[in-house]
């Protein structure tokens, strides 16, 4: 038998254990220190991309483009931050700028430009293609918005300022701190890639703020995030930009508007004819029409008519039709030089006949022309105020008839012309398969409220129709209208001894006649004292600029004083 000799273990050495537990500590330690320490991303991004990078409102915004000392900006950017206006005509391979009193034509590759129709010279092209892409020079667009600019050295960044823009000063605090958190991050984090770094004692712009960090912008231009503990901030500035722009001031009217349109077809009425009409302040003749794609105006002026309305007191206010023609709408309004061949008839013309002002009526366009409409209110615009002349335009009620309301850009023409004049009807047009009003007070009202939306009241004109329609409904079915004046229904209703009833539904006086010989229902909703005392009533509730009526020709006396506004109940303009 085996015997087994058992031995005590000796323990381990005092030192191999403390060596364990230090080692252990300092793991534990490092690791808390590798967690809680904040290490940066050493991770460099770029903060611009490509040449003469454009700096705008704390970012970049596209590129400029440098020749010799002078700076361009894309076309891109002016109108996306500075006019969307700003547009370029093909047909004179030109940029169109038109401002509240200026209207600029810069051709492509040419020194020379024209500012209100006067020539003005350059050392160098206002107008630059490259690659294309079509590109401004700076320094003209100085004197026609408010903006400014500064080339940052380092990195050729071109900051474009506008009026408005407030700037608040920093300082990097003068104590030692460590590079690595004097990092411009992209994140307000310290483990997100930087653009650059600043130094103790130097110069920023503070942009922002998030959280413990700071948005801060280099003098170069340069930006990121960076803690606020080692940001001293300073003083706020505006950049406060004046224009040297003399602005034409047009005559305001004294109190409410009241207009007529005068209808001229072919000629002018006996001015004997027309009787007084109480509270009419303003009188348009439909004088002229455009009549071919080059714009030619066809002019049915009259010095004397002329002459008799400012006896009277009108002011005149010349109307301008397209002659309702979408292919010659086309043709005349998407040229440049059309336009300002209408534009200086038309100036012609108001010095001829001493006009007060210009009644545009431009109807039946095709919707994708509206912008051209528009170019043309904003080109003319200015020469007419330069001219002394006030702008009206007519448009109609919202809807989706395309060439009749679809193309009507109305909140950017309510920012151009002086007053915007609704024709509130045709409800019910003569074509109509359906008897009904030319215009009932709901149906006017609710369009209203619509239109007040995007054109405001102190702006807006109610016009109101004069007319009548008698409906002819046949057996069969069948219906079919004609318009008649104020005095020939009364005439109508005399003749076949109808008294017509109040229709609450409508707001206006109705009536109803069957024909037994000749099998037919005559229906009229009737344009009387009753229905534009009505109207007139829409336009004081509203705060409107006044009323308009189409037309005098169809008018009775008691229409005027139905239609009249006092000073106090309507906006002055």
């Known amino acids: 038998m085996y015997e087994i000799e058992t031995r005590p273990q000796k323990p381990p050495a005092k030192k191999f254990i403390f060596a364990g537990l230090l080692f252990a500590f300092l793991l534990i330690t490092s690791s808390i220190f590798m967690f809680l320490y904040p290490f940066g991303s050493k991770e460099k991004a770029a903060y611009f991309k490509g040449n003469h990078p454009i700096l705008f409102m704390g970012k970049q915004a596209g590129n ?96 474009v300022k506008k009026n408005g823009d407030t700037i608040a000063a920093g300082k990097v605090q003068e104590k030692d701190i460590d590079e690595e958190l004097l990092r411009l991050r992209t994140k307000a984090s310290l483990g997100s890639p930087y653009t650059a770094s600043v130094s103790p004692k130097e110069s920023v712009f503070i942009e922002q703020e998030k959280g413990d960090y700071y948005f801060i912008r280099k003098e170069d231009g340069r930006a ?69 794609g080059k714009g030619t105006i066809k002019n049915l002026g009259s010095k004397d008519y002329a002459n008799w309305a400012r006896t009277q007191g009108y002011q005149i206010w010349g109307l301008f039709s397209n002659a309702f023609d979408p292919v010659l709408t086309h043709e005349a309004f998407s040229s440049f030089e059309t336009r300002q061949n209408m534009i200086r008839q038309l100036i012609h013309f108001s010095q001829i006949y001493k006009l007060n002002g210009i009644n545009l009526d431009i109807e039946n366009v095709n919707p994708e022309d509206g912008p051209f409409i528009t170019q043309f209110v904003r080109e003319a615009t200015p020469f007419f105020h330069e001219a002394g002349l006030v702008v009206s335009m007519d448009i109609t009620f919202i809807s989706s008839s395309g060439n009749w309301s679809a193309f009507y850009e109305r909140d950017k023409l309510a920012r151009i012309a002086d007053y915007m004049v609704v024709m509130a009807y045709d409800e019910h047009w003569g074509s109509s398969q359906i008897a009904g009003s030319v215009a009932s007070l709901p149906w006017v009202e609710a369009n209203l409220k619509l239109l007040l939306k995007v054109v405001p009241n102190d702006k807006l004109i109610l016009g109101v129709p004069l007319y009548t329609r008698l409906w002819e409904q046949q ?54 004292e009753i229905s534009l005392t009505k109207r007139a009533e829409l336009a004081k509730k509203y705060n409107l600029a006044g009323v308009a009526s189409w037309s005098r020709y169809f008018a009775d006396e008691t229409a005027w004083s139905a239609l009249t506004l006092t000073n106090k109940e309507a906006a002055k303009k």
Do not use: C
């Open 64 to 159: 400029a483009y440098i020749e010799g000392e002078t700076i361009y900006l894309p076309l891109t950017f002016l109108r996306e931050f500075v006019d969307e206006a700003i547009i370029f005509d093909e047909h004179s391979q030109s940029i169109i700028i038109a401002t509240k009193n200026k209207v600029v034509q810069m051709p492509s590759e040419s020194s020379s430009y024209q500012v209100n129709g006067k020539s003005m010279k350059m050392e160098y092209s206002a107008v630059k293609q490259i690659e294309g892409e079509r590109y401004l020079a700076i320094e003209p667009l100085l004197a026609l918005y408010p903006i400014t600019y500064s080339i940052l050295s380092e990195t050729g960044a071109v900051w």
């Open 224 to 292: 990121g995030y960076l803690k606020k503990q080692y940001i001293k901030k300073g003083e706020s500035k505006e950049i406060a930009i004046s224009l040297e722009e003399t602005e034409n001031t047009v005559p305001k009217m004294e109190g409410p508007i009241q207009l007529t349109w005068e209808a001229v077809y072919t000629k002018n009425p006996n001015t004997s004819s027309i009787p007084k009409m109480a509270g009419v302040n303003v009188i348009s003749p439909t004088w002229f029409e455009l009549a071919d």
């Open 475 to 528: 057996s069969n079915g069948d219906v079919s209208s004609k318009a008649l004046s104020m005095s020939k229904v009364k005439e109508w209703l005399s003749q076949n001894k109808i008294t017509p009833v109040y229709d609450p539904v409508s707001g206006q006086n109705y009536a109803e006649y069957y024909s037994k010989k000749e099998k037919i229902t005559y229906k009229v909703w009737l344009e009387d």
